[in-house]
């Protein structure tokens, strides 16, 4: 009886340490087939990102308020932080003396026609309020809408640089 008692013993530790290794091994093999990208899907999924056009750079140009008939220099320093968003830095200059500056993060979609849709808001303040813009960039040209609590214009800029 104590050598039946041995033998079982031993049988259900070696199924003890059996059961841990055919489970490794099934995992492995199973990883193994999964189905692994070929080339030609990287080349087509790096050929999508390559031509979404990236904005990053130093744009200028001019705003203008249509409410006040104000004008002015601005210059705009884009920043990429995903394939749909810019951070944009705006600088420009009113009544010719001026300085202002503020930072917005612009909504990007991109269009078939290579083309690429920009839109956000920015509070700047009680005196000023939400400033809401929209805009298109085609090529390197940025024409663009705003309106806030009491104006409405617009700015057109250029790419000075193509990155």
Known sequence: MLRQHDSRSRRLTALRLLVPVLLLSSVAVAQESQPQPQ?????TAAAVISSVPDLSGRWTGTWSSQSTGHQGPMTAEFCRVNDSQYAVSFTGKF??????RYKATLNAKHNPDGS???????HLGLLFGTFRFQGTVT?????????????TGNFRLTRQCQR
């Open 39 to 43: 080339p030609k899907q990287v080349e």
């Open 116 to 122: 690429v849709q920009l839109s956000g808001s920015r």
């Open 139 to 151: 090529d390197n040209r940025f024409q663009a809408t705003y309106c806030s609590k009491d104006d």
């Open 95 to 100: 009544c010719a003396i001026i300085p202002f």
